[in-house]
């Protein structure tokens, strides 16, 4: 398919998924004026709406993290898909068949790095498969042992897919080359790595369990290894490396399966046998995080499955501090979070096989919200018949209470506590709301700064024409929308050179000119399409605001005539530089001469 007929199923793929629509599936928008505003999902937009959306150009900006596009760049980034991949969700979505195609530009580039990937899954599924064959092999039987002393059922061995990677230096590339599997690509899989003599040996070569980690669409993206062996040095856990089709922070293990799950809740484990187990024992809504902090990503990945979350983490130092982080970030996401406490400091797994999975469901039943989690665990530090020790206790909780969005849940929490400690709900409200002013404030100020930032783009000199030159390009991009406005410009003299205050800019109107050079009509859904990834930010802040103006003909010249002064001021200082190196070039060539004698 020639380069011009993706675009074109690019610009359909956009017209049959409305953004609107879309976005609505994240966060709620509310209409403001010709667009549309909400909280943004991309980031931990807390109170003031950043994020800007118009029905009519379908597209998006957020005035905090800078982020804008299309439909397409949205679900890249709120799914953390790449474009192939947002573009096939989308299509798939509209019931459109995803073409195959040949050309050049950066789309052809995109296909190959999609080829490339897909090349990736492929080994992925040849290695897992691999790994649990081993495990019906003799030198499987060190992992089978370890996994029937775990008490797991073949079922699940089975459903997990998981396997053993024997001891042995070449085991797996040995069988993958066999396969025809090229060196590069096991390598950038994280199968195999690299000696300094160029040789290869396998990532898991010491004995391991290993666990496949299986995206959301069914497919291998990696491996975590848990060593059986005791008395090594070795890390008990190992995954492959972050590769092209596998990054931690995006994915949670057992996913694949727990999307499944009709409860509307996930729980949230540490580790992968805590997950494995508790499927086995019928909770078939267990995940767990990649071996790192609980990211903003997978708060999203969680809300985007369920909208309540219970942590199963450890009670100890280390789990209680994970606790709190992972649960503030799904707080702050709109997850309803709760936190389960495992009795007698056992894991999930072994509670289960000592007290059963009925006396685990009262375990979760029983799990505490986050806020009241907290307010406990604050309550353990001091103590409460001391008057200084409870004003210290009502202003460390208030900071707990001033996240609270929902009014209703903060006032039955207030009053909670106002029992408690017998002392007024309006003293503790006026306590809370003094801090939430001040964490407004704050917001605002980085909010404001984040934003003055993104939109000067580099610091710029204070003279009031060359801030005014700025804006006017700005205004006048924007006007550019219509082609009449673009007839304007050609007409005036101007040229893309002219748009100078930044390379975006220069860029931008050289793709609004040759669309409209080509007959198109330059709708900005399309423009978020064909610009450089690196401009979609500073484009779609352009774009999406038109100051709601009727006549953009009139409005036009204005801005026109800041950037015709300007170039004629810039054409100016060129010449008198010119005349001023001719001059010097003159007097140079004068004193060589009365230096000589007047000598040629």
């Known amino acids: 398919m020639a380069s011009s007929d993706f675009q074109s199923f690019l610009d359909e793929v956009v017209m049959r998924n409305d953004i609107v629509e879309i976005i609505s599936g994240f966060t709620t928008l509310k209409r403001s004026g010709n667009n549309m505003m909400g909280l943004c999902p991309l980031h931990n937009d807390k109170k003031s709406p950043s994020l800007s959306v118009s029905p009519d150009k379908q597209i998006f900006h957020c005035f905090g993290c800078g982020a804008g596009g299309s439909v397409i760049q949205f679900v890249e980034a709120a799914m953390n898909l790449d474009f192939m991949d947002a573009v096939k969700y989308l299509a798939d979505r509209a019931h459109m068949e995803m073409p195959s195609t040949r050309g050049g530009g950066d789309k052809q580039k995109q296909l190959m790095l999609s080829k490339k990937k897909e090349r990736l899954y492929q080994i992925n599924a040849m290695a897992a498969r691999y790994y649990f064959d081993c495990l019906s092999k003799p030198e499987g039987k060190p992992g089978l042992d370890y996994l029937r002393e775990r008490k797991l059922k073949n079922s699940t061995i089975k459903k997990f897919g998981i396997g053993y990677a024997p001891e042995g230096w070449t085991d797996l590339y040995d069988h993958l080359k066999a396969q025809g599997c090229a060196e590069g690509d096991m390598e950038d899989a994280g199968l195999i790595r690299r000696r300094q003599n160029g040789t290869y040996y396998d990532a898991f070569y010491d004995g391991r369990v290993v666990f496949p980690i299986i995206d959301v669409r069914g497919r291998v993206i990696a491996f975590g290894g848990r060593i059986i062996r005791d008395g090594t040095d070795a890390p008990k856990y190992w995954n492959t490396p972050e590769t092209l089709i596998f990054k931690k922070k995006d994915n949670l293990f057992g996913l694949n399966l727990a999307k499944n799950d009709k409860s509307g809740r996930l729980l949230l484990m540490e580790g992968y046998m805590d997950v494995v187990a508790l499927h086995q024992s019928g909770f078939g809504n267990a995940v767990a995080s990649l071996g790192t902090a609980f990211t903003p990503e997978q708060a999203r990945l969680v809300k985007r499955y369920a909208p309540r979350a219970v942590l199963c983490y450890d009670n100890d130092e280390a789990g209680i501090k994970a606790t709190l982080r992972a649960g503030d ?272």
Not at 576 to 594: H, S, T, V, W
Request: net charge negative; charged share 35%.
């Open 329 to 600: 970030i799904l707080f702050d996401e709109g997850v309803k979070v709760r936190v389960l406490t495992v009795t007698d400091g056992k894991d999930p797994d072994e509670f289960i096989k000592n007290k059963g999975p009925d006396m685990f469901s009262v375990l979760i039943e029983r799990s505490r919200p986050l806020i009241e989690y907290k307010i406990d665990g604050i309550r353990e530090k001091y103590n409460l018949n001391d008057v200084d020790d409870k004003v210290d206790f009502t202003r460390e909780v208030s900071e707990v209470l001033a996240r609270i969005k929902d009014a209703a849940q903060r006032e039955i929490y207030v009053g909670r506590l106002a029992d408690e400690l017998k002392i007024s709900a309006a003293g503790i409200m006026a306590g809370v709301s003094d801090i939430e002013l001040k964490n407004a404030e704050t917001d605002q100020r980085c909010r404001e700064s984040e934003r003055l930032r993104r939109t000067m783009h580099r610091p710029l000199p204070e003279e009031k024409n060359v801030r005014g030159v700025y804006w006017a390009e700005r205004f006048l991009l924007n006007l550019m929308c219509d082609e009449r406005v673009i007839k304007k410009v050609l007409e005036s003299g101007l040229t893309p050179d002219d748009f100078a205050s930044e390379p975006a800019h220069k860029r931008l109107a050289e793709l609004l000119i040759s669309l409209a050079e080509s007959g198109a009509v330059p709708e900005p859904s399309d423009i978020m399409g064909r610009c450089a990834p690196e401009d979609a930010g500073t484009v779609s802040d352009i774009l999406i605001n038109d100051k709601e103006t009727k006549d953009k003909l009139l409005a036009c010249a204005g801005p026109i005539g800041i950037l015709v002064r300007a170039k004629e001021e810039r054409q100016r200082l060129n010449a008198a530089q010119d005349d001023e190196q001719l001059r010097l070039l003159f007097e140079k060539k004068k004193n060589r001469k009365n230096a000589t004698g007047g000598a040629k």
